[in-house]
């Protein structure tokens, strides 16, 4: 039988072209069913409060930081989306006047403007929060030298190249409402997958690169970042692939219902137990990870009972 087409965007896959069954059986967990669903390479944490959650967020830069020498560099690759940790990352290096110069960072992704990244002083450039919410931060004698930051660029050589001898100790992300990591978005309905998306071990072959972006996520940025307004969105993205991300030696996942819905966490949660793997669903890949952990905020994982507001 032929695979349902998208009710939001026809022209691309998305979850709302899984079986039925699949996102009623996601829909109908509790929260004390969702917390039970961790399973031997995948973990499940949750926090009673939103000053818990953050804080442990921040202390994986720390504990990657932390595991850095000059002889065996580490580091962490971190999202825009969650940002309220980057502030409380930079307050930890310097009260415990922690010396992280050996550290490293990947940026996740960044947008493009035309044919280039967007510029750094941007006000929707991910480098620019970074740097302003925690790198600018940190004292100098304390902070990692510029050559130890990696931010994407529309040539991704250069970042690329920056993980080959430095250990990825964590790969820290959100989840977008397409259910992406990162913006690796569900792909279009074009080509060779018009009519099926492309299995599991094609999409993970994927390495950093230009994305066009599902209308979804436009809308999600906008909502998060833009205060609604999808035109100032760029359609346009340079995203960490999946064959970074299999370099991380952890992938963590931090959900506090604010960036995807109660149902989206719920979704993703069960196809990775379950190893329910499918590239409509980017997120429901990093089931075949060997090392994944889904953090939630207790308050944030709401219900996905039909209520008119």
Same mark, same amino acid.
């Given at each position: 039988?032929?695979?349902?087409?998208?009710?939001?965007?026809? $022209?691309? #896959? @998305?979850?709302?072209?899984?079986?039925?069954?699949? %996102?009623?059986?996601?829909?109908?967990?509790? +929260?004390?069913?969702?917390?039970?669903?961790?399973?031997?390479?995948?973990?499940?944490?949750?926090? $009673?409060?939103?000053?818990?959650?953050?804080?442990?967020?921040?202390?994986?830069? *720390?504990?990657?930081?932390?595991?850095?020498?000059?002889?065996?560099?580490?580091?962490?690759?971190?999202?825009?989306? +969650?940002?309220?940790?980057?502030?409380? &990352?930079?307050?930890? =290096?310097?009260?415990?006047?922690? @010396? &992280?110069?050996?550290?490293?960072?990947?940026?996740?992704?960044?947008?493009? @403007?035309?044919?280039?990244?967007?510029?750094?002083?941007?006000?929707?450039?991910?480098?620019?929060?970074?740097?302003?919410?925690?790198?600018?931060?940190?004292?100098?004698? %304390?902070?990692?030298?510029?050559?130890?930051? /990696?931010?994407?660029?529309?040539?991704?050589?250069?970042?690329?190249?920056?993980?080959?001898?430095?250990?990825?100790?964590?790969?820290?992300?959100?989840?977008?409402?397409?259910?992406? #990591?990162?913006?690796?978005?569900?792909?279009?309905?074009?080509?060779? #997958?018009?009519?099926?998306? +492309?299995?599991?071990? !094609?999409?993970?072959?994927?390495?950093?690169?230009?994305? $066009?972006?599902?209308?979804?996520?436009?809308?999600?940025?906008?909502?998060?970042?833009?205060?609604?307004?999808?035109?100032?969105?760029?359609?346009?993205?340079?995203? *960490?692939?999946? *064959?970074?991300? #299999?370099?991380?030696?952890? =992938?963590?996942?931090? /959900?506090?219902?604010? /960036?995807?819905?109660?149902?989206?966490?719920?979704?993703?949660?069960?196809?990775?137990?379950?190893?329910?793997?499918?590239?409509? &669903?980017?997120?429901?890949?990093?089931?075949?990870?060997?090392?994944?952990?889904?953090?939630?905020?207790?308050?944030?994982?709401?219900?996905?009972? &039909? !209520?008119?507001?």
């Amino acid at each position: 039988m032929a695979r349902k087409q998208s009710i939001v965007a026809p $022209d691309w #896959w @998305d979850y709302t072209t899984l079986d039925d069954e699949l %996102l009623r059986d996601a829909a109908a967990l509790t +929260p004390r069913q969702l917390l039970g669903l961790s399973r031997p390479g995948f973990t499940i944490a949750s926090y $009673d409060t939103l000053e818990e959650f953050y804080l442990a967020e921040a202390l994986e830069y *720390v504990n990657a930081w932390r595991r850095s020498t000059v002889d065996n560099p580490a580091g962490i690759c971190g999202p825009i989306g +969650p940002t309220e940790q980057l502030p409380l &990352v930079a307050r930890l =290096v310097n009260e415990l006047d922690l @010396d &992280v110069r050996a550290g490293h960072f990947w940026g996740m992704d960044e947008w493009m @403007d035309g044919d280039r990244e967007i510029a750094a002083d941007h006000p929707l450039a991910f480098e620019r929060a970074d740097r302003r919410l925690c790198f600018d931060r940190i004292k100098k004698r %304390l902070r990692m030298p510029e050559e130890h930051l /990696h931010f994407p660029r529309a040539d991704t050589t250069a970042y690329r190249k920056s993980y080959d001898g430095v250990r990825c100790v964590v790969m820290q992300g959100g989840q977008g409402e397409t259910k992406h #990591w990162a913006f690796n978005d569900p792909p279009r309905r074009t080509g060779r #997958w018009k009519d099926e998306p +492309p299995p599991p071990a !094609e999409y993970r072959k994927l390495a950093t690169r230009v994305v $066009d972006l599902h209308p979804l996520t436009l809308a999600q940025n906008a909502r998060t970042s833009g205060g609604g307004n999808v035109a100032r969105v760029p359609p346009r993205a340079i995203t *960490v692939g999946p *064959v970074e991300t #299999w370099m991380a030696e952890r =992938v963590s996942i931090w /959900h506090a219902g604010t /960036h995807d819905n109660p149902f989206g966490q719920r979704l993703t949660t069960l196809m990775i137990s379950k190893r329910i793997v499918d590239s409509a &669903v980017p997120m429901s890949l990093l089931a075949d990870h060997p090392d994944v952990q889904f953090s939630f905020f207790r308050g944030g994982i709401g219900t996905c009972d &039909v !209520e008119m507001h």
